[in-house]
Structures are given as C-alpha cells and as structure tokens.
C-alpha cells in the first residue's frame, strides 16, 4: 500500500498499554482519585509558578513517529516546564496518600515513563541534547511534596521511546495486515446460501442502504425471514467498503446471541476473515463460585495486566473466533480472567455480540466501544421490542429507606462524620414521606427532585471515600458500600432528569421508598442511537412501529419496514373464542376456558403451550383444569424456574408426546424458544398480554395522553401475545394451530393490530355442562 495511515494516540495510552502491569483488582478505590490528583497538580503547580521565574504548566506535546507506511502521532501535556539558565526541567506530579519516606526513585517506572517519553519529544523539537526528569509525589494528606531528578541525554531517551513506540507499531502494523486480508474476502464473499428467502433480499438491500445513508433503520422481520444473517451480512459488507469500523450485535437473550454466532460461522465457512468476540456478563463468566475479582482471591485476576498484552497477540495470530466456550478456553490456558479477556480482545475486533446494557446503560456502557469511538459503530439491535423495558429500567433507580438504617446502625459510633450524613439523610426522607401522610395515601408522583436529599447523597459519597478504603474486612462493610453504590446510581439517574420523568414516593408498613423513573427513554436512546455510524433496530414482533419508533429513539427522519412472513399463512390455523377474559370477570368464566383448552388439545394429539395473563390466574386455572381432567399429559410452569428447570420444562416438549404445557404470556417460555417440527404443534393464549395494572404503567399512560392506553397496556401486551405466537411455527415445514381467547380481538383496534396473514376463524365449541 502506498496510501500513508494515520493514527493518534496520547502519551499516556502508549506507556499504559506497553508497561502496564499488575493485577486486576475490584475493591473499593476512592471515586475521588481523579479529583484528588487535579488538586495536587493545581497546588503545586501554583507553588511552582511562585517559585520559578520561567514555569508553563500543561504544556502540549507532539511528535510523529513513521514506519513504513503508518504514520503515528502522539501527543499529551507535561504537567511542568521549568526552564533554569541551561536547564530544562519537565516535571511529571503524582498524588498519594502514602508516607513520602516510604517512596524510592523506582517506585513506579510507569511514573517515569511518561515523564520520559515528554522529554525526549522536547528535545526533538527544540533540539536539545540533554534534560532533566523530575518525578515529584503530592501527599494529599500533609500537602508535603517529595522530588526525584535524573539527567537523560537525547540519545538515552530515544533508545527508550522508541523501544516502546516499536512495541506499539507492531500492534498497528498488525492490525493493518488484518485489516488488508479482511477486507480481500469482504470484497469475494458472497450471501451464504444458494437462493433468498422471500423478503430476506430486500431486508440485506435495505440494511445495506441505510449503512450507506448512515441512517437509523427500524424493520419487522418475522421470524424464517433469516433477520439475523440478512443485517450482519450487508453490514460486513459495508465494513469492507470502510462504512464503519466494527459492527455491534446488541441483544437481549443469550439464546438470540447464539444465533448470531451461528450466522458469523456460516460467514467463517465461506472465508470470511473478520475477528469477533461475545462479551458475556462477568457474573456468568466467572470461573470462580464468587466472583472476587482480586488477586488474593482469584488466580485469574493475579498478574493479569503483565500477562494481557502476551496473550491477545498469541491469539490473534491465529484465531478470529472469540465466542462463550473459546474465551473460557483460553483464559484457563493462559490464566486470565475470561470477562476481561473478552473486553480486550474487543479492541482487536470488527464484531461484537453483547447484551444492550453495554451500549445503553450509563452505569456499565463500555466506554472504550461506545464513547471513545461509537461513531465507527454499526449497531444491529435485535429483539428491539425489548428495549423499551430495558431501557427504562437502565435510566431508572430507586433509594430505600431501609438501608439508610442498616448503614446508620453500622458506622454508628465508629465513623461519626459518616454517620452524621447518613442519619441526615434518613430524616431528609422522613420529611420527604409525610407528603404521603399528608394526602393519606401509599404513593404520591410528580415531575421534581428532591435536591437537597441529593445534595446530601452528594456528601455521603465523598465522606464514604475514605471509611470505603480503609475499612476492608470490617463488619457491615457490604451493607455500607451498596447503599455507596446506590446513592451514585440514584445521583447519575438525577443527572438525567428532565421532562420524561418523575420521581415516585411509595410507603408501607415496612419500607419507604423514592424512586427517579424514565417514562420516556427515548432522548437517552437517541443519543447512543445517533452517535454511531448506524443503526438498524429490527425484531419478528415491531408492530405498530410507531410506538417504537417514538420510544427507542427514531425521529422522522427514520427509515421503516414492515416484512410479511415467508412461511405458507396457510401453515398456520388461527381461531379464536370470545370469551370475556377481563380481569374483573376470568374468574367466573375458568370452567369455560378449561372446556375450551380441553376439547381444542384433544382435536389434534401433539404438543401444546397454554400461555396465561399472570400467574396468579395460572395457578388457579390449572388447578382447577386437574381437578376436572386429570394431571396426566399436563405440566406447569412454576415462578422463578433456573436454567436447568427451565431446560427441564423444555425437554417434555418432544415429538410423539401428547403434552400440554401451562405457561404465562410475556414468560420465558413466550421468547427465545425453538421447538421446530412437531415438538409443539399449537399454542392458546388467554387473554391479550396486558402487563399488571401498576403506579408505573399508570404514568405512562397519563404522560402519553391520548396514545397513553396503548403505550402503556395494549401496544406491549401485543408484542407478549404475537411473540408467543411466534413459538408455534419456526420453520417453512412447520404447521400449526393458534387459539386466542378473548372477546376483546373483536375489536377493530386489535384487527388492525394483528399480522392482516392470519386468517381468523371462529372457534365453535359448545360448552360441556
């Protein structure tokens, strides 16, 4: 190539990523470090000016390194200059809480490094020949201050420099060498299956134009359209064409990332080159019982940043798939930390599959892919209908009373300062209840903030600092460093009050609570959304679009599709039975809807799924289902199943068997299943998915006014009800039978809602006395 490629990085950045070395370690360090060593840095900074005639502080640097055809420029600010007669002095400030007398020349060569690497590129640009390094430590406690001097020539400094600039090249040139054998099969790769399925084409064609566009792109695609392959594909190919620069797969299911997987391997036979990795939460990933993420406590935390820069270029060499089971491979090989490792190797790659919390949520958003660089980002965001929840529980946090007393029984007596905040704070929401006992009522909403409670959670994180730091191991420190966490939480969700929220006060016998909650979180969504380089928002069930549109953070300006099925409709049998399923009136009406599911299970023998409105309404009806026919060829879903519980629900659903399964609608079994062929032959859904009546879903529909009613209950029970439909048939082969039991489907707003390719017949059933 002779085109020259120019890339930027900062002082700090080189010497970080080069020499960086140590463990990984996630106890409590002060949240206050970075303001603190601004302090020190101002201090003796001002200090210096009074004592130095010619003193700059923050002083940019520059310099650019070549090598072939990479062009590398590198900058940053010295924090000091002193210019003394013949000498020049560049001074490099560090905070610490430490005893100075404890503190030798060699404490940390990272310290040095960066002071190092500012003189040589002085030199360079004021062709000096020598100069002098001065590494000086800030107590924060005493304000002493503790200097090292060393005289370098030119000559030693370049030797050093560029002993860490080759190191770093060598990750660019790397990465090009990639990046050209990437793009070559881009350029020859070709769809991976021999002919379209219907509406697959225009759906890639579509996807394809609006990366060209840079656009944002919501689209409902059904399943068996092949949704998965026909948006990573034209976005790989617009990846090779240099649209963007690596491509986000967001999801909110593990069972949807696998899919996704499965799609890059398809890619990966036909010699696709292009790296991708699967972020997994820690949580999950842990090879531990308890993630302890620390080097007393976990092998694969110790020494990790020594090891991390050998092992990613080991692997790179000779692998491009990063997925679940080949990250936990190799961090048990090379003794790292699996989560970690993923993390890393993102920067190394052009795809990315992780869960929507990673691009959206400002407590664990992955700053080094969505804020440093998310303009290079192609977001594909799949099963988008559940967004809208998930992103309003992302902007959303509540305080409890009750841990207000649990911290104030804790430090108590022990840390007065502390305790003098936290008991402030428990009588700010004493005050803040009686507006409750005022009106006389259990809860109370209004668009406004509590400020000086927050001014006080404020004082509370800046107090708790340093009790956090030095009171590892103690009694209560759980207790104290969540409601730490919490109040950060609650304050970063204040941060973001505006208009689309309002802060709920709820009371009870036990608890008091104040919760800041996004009615809306579309502006939020909007800014991650727009920011990339484009967005493409697609899923089986994004219909009506428009309450999508209007809440994940389209605009007018927005591209929108609506894709048919591309099975047979006639694969599908599709009936429904008007009986008043209300809530005020189910009761009354269960022995008719046991007859109902009864004589429709028993039409055609096979599999079934009967998906309920709750679980309150589930247990009862299949109590009284038993009661009246037996338990033989039944089973029921109990509340909070784990994943083996729920595999062992699943595997009932075989073919030959005669099972009916009692489930809820909106549940795990609704989403995320695959029970192709005759492993689930027909589904009934009582009711019409409407989520439980609540103080929440109230306000949404007061904020939304006349769309209120249908953004709040009827738009999102839908969704429940079309993607538990969507169990039934998962491949052209399959047919079916759906049976909806509700005599609210008469209505035109609900005919308009439902997919216009199921053709609706009446049930007829005599009800047996």
Known sequence: MNEKLLFKESVRGIVEYVLKSGSLDDRFVSRGRAVDGTIAHGKLQKDNTLVYEDYEKEVKL??????????????????????????????????????????????????????????????????????????????????????????????????????????????????????????????????????????????????????RKKGILFAQAPTGIGKTISTIFPAIKGIGEGRGEKIIYLTAKTITRTVAEEAYIKLFKKDLKFRVVTITAKEKICLNDEVKCNPDDCIYAKDYFSKINDVINDLIKSNNKFFRNEIIKYAKKYKVCPFELSLDLSNWCDGVICDYNYAFDPRVRLKRIFEDRNEDNILLIDEAHNLVNRAREMYSCTLEKSKVMVVNKVIKGKVPNLYKISNSINKEMIHIRRELEEINKSFKYHNEQYKDLIKLLRAFINEADSYLVKSKGTDGYEEVLDFYYEARNFIAASELYDKEYTTILKSNKNEFTIKIFCINPAKNLRQVLKSAYSSIIFSATLSPVKYYVDLIGGDEESFKLRFDSPFNKENLSTYLYPLDMRYVNREKNTDILCNVINNFINEKKGNYMVFMPSFEYLNKVYARYIEMYGEEGTIVQEENLTEIKKEKFLDNFNEGNNITGFTVVGGMFSEGVDLPGDKLIGAIIVGVGFPMVSIENNIISEYFEANGFDYSYTYPGINKVLQSVGRVIRTEYDTGRILLIDRRYLSTKYKLILPKEWEIKDYKFKCKK
């Open 62 to 211: 520059q310099y650019e390194f070549k090598r072939e055809n990479i062009i590398l420029l590198v900058e940053g600010r010295a924090d000091g200059i002193i210019k003394e007669k013949d000498n020049i002095i560049i001074e490099e400030i560090k905070s610490t809480y430490m005893d100075l007398s404890y503190l030798y020349e060699d404490y940390n060569l990272l310290h040095w490094a960066q002071g190092k690497f500012y003189g040589y590129i002085y030199c360079i640009n004021n062709h000096i020949k020598n100069i002098t390094i001065r590494l000086s430590y800030f107590n924060l406690n005493t304000d002493e201050v503790r200097s090292f001097d060393h005289v370098y020539t030119i000559e030693e400094l370049e030797v050093f420099v560029y002993e860490l600039v080759n190191k770093y090249l060598e990750t660019l040139s790397l990465k090009e060498e990639f990046k050209d054998k990437r793009d070559k099969s881009i350029k020859e790769l070709k769809f991976p299956f021999k002919t379209y399925r219907k509406g697959q084409r225009e759906l890639a064609v579509s996807c394809y134009s609006n990366i």
